[in-house]
């Protein structure tokens, strides 16, 4: 089901925004932490998804409207993630330069520049990943629960990110 705008001679009887949140919130939730694959982002993109909702609530017709929220839930999410691969966050980069400090006076620049070489290619998952297990000392079921991947697919991302250090650390 695709929003519409409703037919002109219809009497307009408003969505009742309130109830739909109650009964398809979680719905939402789950569609947008599977598309961004982040707890936090997946709640903005929810609460904007009820946002968009409540501005257009005049206009949109509600038939289907598991349908309608699942449609606006996708469309946001894949809007944020265009936006993110057009300019990419960096938070995971100022976390990892204070992991990166050094007492030398060339060796936070030269710690920086090895982490970009070692995480740079890597997705934003992988590395936060990496900075949870690495760094934090969480386990892999722990690592697994707050990114919503299972602990094989998190053990997986690990492996193949020591065979790219190890590859990289191998002189030439």
Known sequence: MVARERPPGRIAVPIDVEQLYRRYGIMVLRRCRRLLGDEEAAADAMHDVFVQLT????????????????????????????????????R??????????????????????????????EPSST????????????????????????????RKRLKQLRTRVAALAEPT
């Not at 206009?59 to 300019?87: D, G, K, W």
């Not at 204070?98 to 030269?110: H, V």
């Open 55 to 90: 501005r257009r609530r005049e206009v949109l017709t509600a038939e289907a409207p598991s349908s309608l929220l699942y449609t606006i839930a996708t469309q946001i999410c894949l809007n944020r993630l265009r936006t993110l691969r057009r300019r990419p966050e960096t």
């Open 92 to 121: 995971d980069e100022a976390l990892l330069d204070s992991i990166a400090q050094a007492e030398e006076p060339g060796g936070r620049a030269w710690a920086r520049l090895v982490l970009r070489r070692v995480l740079g290619p």
């Open 127 to 154: 590395r936060a990943m990496a900075t949870m297990y690495y760094v934090d000392g969480m386990t892999l079921d722990e690592v697994a629960r707050v990114t919503g991947l299972s602990v094989p697919g998190v």
